[in-house]
């Protein structure tokens, strides 16, 4: 079974700083990985996500997420914080044999002016 | 609009009120699945559906029911609902697990008093 591991409940950052997220995943066989976002009162939407071929992975609003399967890694990053960025983050895992899809805990992001 | 609904959006009710909260899809997608978000816990999934007629259980079932008669919809039953099932609810579906983008409803959240 897959598992996934977001390092930090809570990160903040100041407006135009780099934005790191740490996500690290356990799975057996080749992983499917997602990062969501979860803005106040309202579901979950996906940011970005890696299946198979290139490693770097850009998503909507100048998200991306490289996978290091040597390091069994996702981590999200975004090179200039903005205030709307402010969020819940989740990463999440699942695999060619699995029917479900696997959270983490979840990362809340602050920005701060 | 592509979209997935749940109603209703908030519900206060007693222990042993048997409830209902609904969920569908205008997407025609096979996949559905239900989950609950906890504080520090991120999303742990119910029961999921492969398609209509097909449902098992996911990593916390317990207290918990569903059907899928239609393709489009997926209720949550909740037959004797206990305070500890108080929690924010979401459904999501996609075409096919495990590689795509999952879609998911704003969210119910239920308060069992």
């Known amino acids: 079974a897959q598992s996934v591991t977001q390092l930090g409940s809570h990160v903040s950052v100041s407006e135009g700083a780099l934005v790191l997220l740490r996500c690290n995943y356990s799975?057996?066989?080749?992983?499917?990985l997602f990062w969501y976002v979860q803005y106040p009162n309202q579901g979950l939407q996906l940011l970005l996500k890696?299946?198979?071929?290139?490693?770097l992975v850009k998503g909507i609003n100048g998200f991306e997420a490289e996978f290091k399967k040597s390091e069994t890694s996702f981590h999200l990053t975004k090179p200039s914080a903005h205030m709307s960025d402010a969020a819940e983050y989740f990463c999440?895992?699942?695999?060619?044999?699995?029917?479900?899809?696997?959270f983490g805990a979840g990362t809340r992001l602050t920005v701060k002016p | 609009e592509a979209q997935v609904t749940q109603n209703p959006r908030y519900l206060i009710t007693v222990t042993g009120k048997k409830l209902t909260v609904t969920c569908s899809q205008n997407?025609?997608?096979?996949?559905m699945s239900w989950y609950r978000q906890d504080p520090g816990l991120g999303l742990r999934q119910i029961y999921y559906?492969?398609?209509?007629?097909?449902?098992d259980k996911g990593d916390v079932p317990e207290g918990y029911k569903v059907s899928r008669k239609e393709k489009r919809n997926f209720p949550l039953i909740l037959e004797s609902p206990s305070p500890n099932q108080t929690s924010l609810y979401f459904c999501?579906?996609?075409?096919?697990?495990?590689?795509?983008?999952?879609?998911f409803g704003p969210g119910t959240r239920l308060t069992v008093l």
């Open positions: 999501a579906s996609s075409a096919n697990p495990p590689g795509y983008e999952q879609f």
């Open positions: 999440a895992v699942s695999a060619l044999n699995n029917n479900d899809m696997r």
């Open positions: 997407m025609n997608h096979e996949y």
């Open positions: 890696y299946t198979t071929g290139a490693t």
């Open positions: 799975s057996s066989v080749p992983p499917y």
């Open positions: 559906s492969m398609n209509v007629e097909v449902t």
